[in-house]
């Protein structure tokens, strides 16, 4: 019966968890079931990049190149295929040339097969570099058009029609695409949008089709039947227990469905439950990242708010870090109007994570008292042409603080940078000479150094960072090793829960980075709130002098100032990363900086002290 079999790629070891635990999965937890998943007849496996690369070396103290070849060794008979930013790589910003080229080659020498590139802006001109970089390691280049939508929440419109998708994949043709993917971050396209998409778009494409969405909306298994109704080749799902909300469709339910039609998968149904059960029985230890407050499966304001999944779990745990959870209806309604001022870009990284960190520090802190970084670089032009007019009132407010000179946008943002794999080399050649460290560093200098510090034995393993443990109970065992790093400080507990008894350590942890208000602050100076509008908040101002608090937990980048020096109100004192942008943080007040108690590179709490200025 089957004539013309849908092809299916499996997102369990990459998109799934990304989108709906944050990309905590760890690779022995997906080792035990990867040849089973190799013999299962996939397509491809999607396995490796988007924030994969971040997580691993930012989170889970994991070599992702190690990941990549477990991969590989374990699954040699299903192409793997990463995800890749462009020009931005695994990354957040432009990289150089350089980068790029060093990148790609060492993914497909480490086991790529497919690379889907994307750009969050569909620039083309940022995809040029990394497409010839896979052509010329003789790999697959998939193309992915980022799907989106404007408030309407359908295909057309001004910016998004069918004209707009089209004339994409021609563009994407023209840089050598072996297969075009239509990528729905947002899980925004709608079944008979996709009818219409995929016919249009099947009519004149000499390459296969493939398409990528997420369940958010609840639309998702509706607009994958639709698709492949309509002559879509290759579908994105995920095995049941990590698809669905936020993640991909479940392959299971697909399997039978088109059971005995001419578009039948040829999976087996049982081979996906026999890895099902591995999952469900796996995953409980991952209780905490699988969370969520809400009843619902579905996220049915997505159709109004058109935040992807990954940007919405994001959202909720920067908030939770900045003990602000209670904002996150204004965040939400925050986030069109930011994505509004800038010109309506797809939310998608890493235009997702400038627009929803854009849109917390204005609900936080005031529309845009503190502007990061990137979005600063987006208005300059070095993220590509905005898919629509900018605002004006904000990009003169960027211009202003660039001294008056509006930069000159690059026709490719990347041409205008200087190679960059020399100085990276040379900045870590007494950790390692390793080409994927150094890449590792190239693509994050604070947290990738960290990293290799890890890597090579500089510095021990956080606790943080430790795999989990099956039984994530405290042991009730006295012999049980405390961890190495304990400090002198540390106390022992017994804490009973229901007549069991747990033996809990406790240690404070080193107060030295810590300032207390009261100890910077004369204790005669009650700290009043302040006066003017314009003051930020996340500065305690006083009579005598106005402390400049972390508005979030961060690493301090580098401070721009010294002791004794003069600033004027609103002048970058320090560099915060935080929620992966570096954001300047502006003196509250004009006056004589008298104390920055916080070092370069140190991890920071929110509200902790990062300067003293005086008036
Ligand atoms: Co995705």
């Not at 950790?431 to 021990?460: C, M, W």
């Not at 709130?529 to 009579?543: D, Q």
Request: hydrophobic residues 40%; charged residues 25%.
């Amino acid at each position: 019966m089957t004539v013309n079999p849908i092809k299916i790629t499996d997102t369990t070891f990459r998109d799934a968890h990304q989108s709906l635990m944050a990309t905590r999965l760890r690779i022995e937890d997906m080792e035990p079931i990867a040849a089973q998943m190799d013999e299962a007849g996939f397509h491809s496996a999607e396995v490796w990049g988007g924030a994969t690369f971040d997580a691993t070396t930012r989170f889970l103290a994991e070599d992702p190149w190690e990941r990549l070849r477990t991969f590989k060794n374990l699954m040699p008979k299903t192409p793997l295929m990463m995800l890749l930013r462009g020009q931005s790589l695994v990354g957040y910003r432009t990289y150089a040339d350089d980068v790029v080229e060093s990148f790609v080659d060492r993914s497909a020498d480490n086991g790529i097969d497919i690379f889907r590139v994307f750009d969050a802006l569909n620039y083309v001109p940022n995809l040029e570099v990394a497409a010839k970089a896979v052509k010329k390691n003789g790999k697959h280049l998939q193309m992915a058009i980022c799907y989106t939508v404007t408030e309407e929440g359908r295909l057309g419109g001004s910016i998004y029609n069918l004209d707009y998708f089209v004339s994409k994949a021609r563009n994407f043709l023209e840089l050598g695409a072996d297969s075009i993917c239509l990528k729905d971050m947002g899980g925004l396209m709608a079944p008979y949008d996709a009818v219409e998409l995929v016919t249009a778009l099947k009519e004149f494409l000499p390459v296969p089709l493939q398409l990528h969405l997420h369940y958010t909306s609840g639309m998702a298994s509706m607009t994958a039947l639709k698709a492949i109704e309509s002559g879509v080749d290759v579908i994105d799902t995920a095995l049941s227990p990590l698809a669905l909300r936020t993640s991909q469709p479940a392959v299971e339910p697909l399997i039978v469905a088109l059971r005995n039609s001419d578009r039948a998968t040829g999976l087996d149904l049982d081979k996906m439950l026999e890895m099902g059960d591995y999952l469900e029985s796996m995953l409980p230890k991952y209780k905490a990242e699988l969370e969520t407050p809400r009843a619902a499966v579905i996220d049915a304001k997505v159709l109004r708010h058109q935040i992807p999944g990954g940007m919405s779990s994001n959202l909720v745990s920067q908030l939770r870090e900045a003990d602000a959870l209670d904002k996150l209806d204004d965040v939400l309604k925050e986030i069109p109007r930011t994505r509004a001022d800038l010109g309506f870009p797809p939310l998608v990284t890493p235009m997702s994570q400038m627009v929803g960190s854009q849109s917390v520090s204005n609900v936080l802190f005031g529309r845009y008292t503190m502007i990061s970084e990137p979005v600063k670089e987006y208005f300059r032009g070095n993220f590509g042409t905005p898919p629509s007019a900018v605002d004006e009132d904000l990009k003169a407010k960027i211009v202003e603080q660039d001294g008056g000179n509006e930069r000159e946008a690059p026709v490719r943002p990347g041409a205008i940078l200087d190679p960059e794999m020399d100085s990276a080399r040379e900045a870590v050649n007494d950790i390692t000479s390793n080409i994927d460290d150094v890449l590792i560093y190239a693509l994050y200098p604070q947290t990738g150094l960290r990293f290799l510090k890890i890597k090579h034995g500089i510095e021990p393993v956080p606790d943080e960072m430790k795999p989990k443990t099956d039984d994530d109970q405290p042991s009730t065992s006295p012999s049980h090793t405390p961890p190495t790093d304990m400090s002198a400080n540390a106390r022992r507990f017994n804490v009973y829960v229901q007549g069991q008894r747990f033996e809990v350590v406790v240690d404070p942890v080193d107060g030295a980075n810590v300032v207390t208000l009261s100890s910077r602050i004369p204790a005669s100076v009650s700290p009043t709130p302040p006066a003017a509008a314009s003051v930020p908040s996340g500065s305690l101002v006083t009579g005598d002098a106005a402390a400049l608090l972390s508005p979030m937990p961060g690493m301090l980048v580098s401070i721009a100032v010294e002791i004794g020096q003069t600033v004027s109100a609103g002048e970058t004192v320090l560099i915060l990363e935080a929620m992966k942008m570096q954001n300047s943080l502006p003196a509250p007040i004009a006056g004589t900086v008298k104390e920055l108690p916080v070092a370069p590179g140190a991890q920071v709490a929110k509200d902790d002290v990062l300067a003293i200025i005086a008036p």
